[in-house]
């Protein structure tokens, strides 16, 4: 699926939002590593990340092509700043209607809008790829990000009281949302 949309953000500044493609992998790849050093909310820590830079392009260029996964970057004066993703949760007919969401933005950049902003792309994207239910998870101390989330649509249908361990501070609830898109 093909994506690009221009917004103003709360600054005044222009964001491009679109879609990421195989020349972006070098970038996708550095911008994973430093948002992921950056908070520890995310699912997965930088060492356990097993992409180069090689492979980063070609997923990249797969989900450009998909019709069931898209990859969005926000774009500030020319510097990715941020990104969302939409997968399928699977294929077989009971689940093919469902769709799981993952966003991260570089921290220096919070606060301006962007999570909105791709968050909203994200859930047009998924309505034009034909989903009926996207989905995410989120650390229950997450404030922000509950709050961006619930903003967009998206409700509570369970948590996880383990849902992840943390190298850092032990046990990190996890909360379920979803938002139905039909």
Not at 128 to 135: F, P, T, V
Request: glycine content about 8%; some cysteine; charged content about 30%.
């Amino acid at each position: 699926m093909i994506y690009y949309e221009k917004v103003e953000l709360k600054n005044g500044k222009e964001m491009i939002i679109r879609n990421a493609d195989y020349n972006d992998g070098k970038t996708v790849h550095d911008l994973f590593i430093e948002t992921h050093q950056q908070t520890d909310y995310l699912l997965t820590y930088v060492d356990e990340f097993t992409f180069d830079e090689l492979k980063e392009s070609f997923y990249l260029e797969r989900k450009k092509e998909s019709d069931r996964a898209v990859e969005l970057l926000a774009v500030i004066d020319g510097k990715v700043v941020g990104a969302s993703g939409i997968d399928p949760i699977g294929n077989k007919y009971k689940i093919k209607h469902r769709c799981d969401f993952g966003i991260s933005i570089l921290k220096e950049y919070w606060g301006l809008s962007i999570g909105y902003l791709l968050t909203e792309a994200a859930i047009k994207c998924a309505k034009e790829m034909g989903y009926s239910q996207i989905e995410l998870q989120v650390v229950s101390e997450n404030s922000s990000a509950i709050a961006l989330y619930k903003k967009t649509g998206f409700v509570e249908f369970g948590r996880n009281p383990q849902g992840f361990i943390s190298r850092y501070g032990g046990p990190q609830a996890v909360i379920l949302m979803y938002k139905k898109l039909d």
